[in-house]
């Protein structure tokens, strides 16, 4: 692998972490290993490659590269970031309790609630805003904690140091879903969490061409259960969309600079839009934990969610079909601007009633700022807002 100083800044370990020239014909990058098997010299002896599901050098390079930027001794990727999400909780078993936030990403809600209930884990969502409000929900099955920070799509924040804290006093694991804030803003294993999980097919791909997920640890323990259960459940990424990671992960640091620039100033203009009632994002003062969003990541990202008019289906409709510049689609962390309806895309599977109790209304849109130029958002943001 590159010989990266272990000092090196993150983007320099975005562009060399996990790779080095190709040894056999000096290809700067990574090649595709497009294989499923490998030949062996003689029975029982081989180059460390048996079969692509175990081994493939595109997939550990992608590893490599991606445990090194968030600081972490071993990384681990898998077909999504829900197969990410799935194998960790394999390593669980029936009868053991974790604590989620309430307002977590809509497919890990449908994943715990409607897949793993039923094989016998246990789980309590709880406002992870609120530390005090985590550790009350511990049991003495407790084994695992799920943060996701900032949350989709209210933009609410879990403080990692004080919960990791909280939780290792008992012996309990804790797990930080960082799609959104990617290591280049925020460094959960450095502040105390145990693993980190990525959607990578967000903003570490950040090209909208691929799907992926990862996780991220530096507990060997943790490390060789992930290890035995990617090989033995299988739900391994493919070299090529392995690949395009890596392609993306080069230009994290740019990209991440221009969503979180472009962020700032939509946020702004939302803020003191007459027509919107409610902005959620971590960068502005106004956010009630503005003060430790400055304190936990070097970014806010560029993630906001804005509540249109009164809130209505009628009026988050209204706005969302009158986008021309943002694409109206799922998903987030593209180069490309989106726009989403939460309630009726990602968080479909969260009954509504638990929705409205957060102050996630019908109507709240979500935006994924691209890094197109921000004039040209601005004025899309804007014409989308005027007539509702």
């Not at 702004?268 to 839009?273: P, Q, V």
């Not at 079909?321 to 968080?347: D, I, K, W, Y």
């Amino acid at each position: 692998m590159s010989q990266v100083p272990a000092k090196a800044g993150i983007s320099t370990k975005a562009v060399h972490a996990g790779q080095e020239p190709d040894p056999k014909t000096g290809a700067v990058m990574t090649p595709i290993y497009q294989t499923s098997t490998y030949a062996q010299e003689s029975l029982g002896h081989h180059k460390g490659y048996e079969y692509a599901r175990t081994h493939n050098a595109t997939r550990a390079a992608l590893e490599g590269n991606l445990a090194a930027l968030e600081g972490g001794a071993h990384g681990f990727c898998f077909g999504s970031g829900l197969a990410a999400t799935n194998a960790l909780i394999q390593t669980l078993s029936a009868g053991d309790h974790v604590v989620c936030g309430n307002n977590t990403y809509g497919g890990t809600y449908r994943l715990f609630e409607k897949v793993w209930k039923r094989h016998g884990l246990q789980f309590t969502f709880v406002d992870c805003s609120d530390a005090a409000a985590v550790e009350a929900a511990f049991t003495s099955a407790t084994k695992l904690i799920w943060l996701e920070t900032p949350t989709n799509p209210l933009m609410q924040l879990a403080d990692i140091r004080d919960v990791s804290a909280r939780a290792h006093q008992r012996g309990i694991k804790v797990a930080v879903d960082n799609t959104f804030m990617t290591p280049y803003f925020q460094r959960p294993l450095e502040l105390g969490a145990d693993l980190v999980m990525h959607s990578v097919t967000k903003y570490l791909n950040g090209h909208s061409d691929m799907i992926g997920g990862a996780l991220i640890t530096s507990d060997e323990a943790l490390a060789t259960q992930l290890r035995f259960l990617q090989n033995a459940a299988g739900a391994v990424p493919g070299p090529m969309d392995c690949f395009l990671c890596l392609r993306g992960t080069k230009t994290l640091a740019v990209r991440m600079k221009q969503h979180d620039a472009n962020a700032r100033e939509l946020a702004a203009l939302l803020e003191k839009h007459p027509r919107v009632s409610k902005v959620f994002y971590p960068g502005l003062a106004s956010h009630p934990q503005h003060e430790l969003a400055k304190r936990q990541a070097s970014g806010f990202g560029g993630m906001i969610s804005f509540i249109p008019g009164d809130g209505s289906l009628a009026a988050g409709e209204k706005v969302f079909n009158r986008f021309q510049l943002f694409t109206r689609a799922e998903s987030l962390g593209g180069v490309e601007s989106l726009v989403c309806h939460p309630a009726s895309m990602t968080h479909a599977s969260v009954p509504r009633e638990s929705r409205l109790a957060m102050g996630f209304a019908d109507g709240l849109l979500r935006l994924s700022v691209g890094i197109e130029d921000v004039a040209d958002l601005l004025a899309d943001l804007d014409q989308a807002l005027q007539d509702v």
